[in-house]
């Protein structure tokens, strides 16, 4: 059973960077391809950006693109979203997600294709 826990939200204006981590245990990290997710109130859990196993391949929401880096480094079995640029629209819980059925690819965008969820981390942009 492979475990995820998101770190890092927090309160920041507009125009901020914050760094996001989602740390694994359970299961062989390299073997997990990983995905962020946001979900606002009142509105449907939606992909922000995905990472293959090695993290040569990324992924990225139309939304977020240019503004936003997955990376993870696969000594420490943590994956990262740099945010950066943040918009008031930004705001809401940010959800990791792992699976371990397909590792190599990049394009797991639907919340039905992971399998493991972190509980959240919360990031709040003031204007």
């Known amino acids: 059973q492979v475990h995820v826990v998101e770190s890092g939200g927090g309160l920041v204006q507009a125009g901020g960077s914050l760094r996001l981590s989602c740390t694994a245990s359970g299961g062989n990290f390299r073997n997990l391809a990983m995905g962020w997710f946001r979900q606002a109130p009142g509105k449907e859990r939606e992909f922000v950006a995905a990472?293959?196993?090695?993290?040569?391949?990324?992924n990225y929401a139309d939304s977020v693109k240019g503004r936003f880096t997955i990376s993870r480094d696969n000594t420490k079995n943590t994956m990262y979203l740099q945010m950066t640029g943040l918009i008031v629209e930004d705001t809401a819980v940010y959800h990791c997600a792992a699976e371990s059925w397909n590792p190599t690819t990049a394009r797991l965008t639907s919340p039905t294709d992971y399998h493991y969820w972190g509980q959240g981390t919360q990031v709040t942009v003031s204007s």
């Open positions: 990472i293959n196993w090695s993290g040569a391949l990324t």
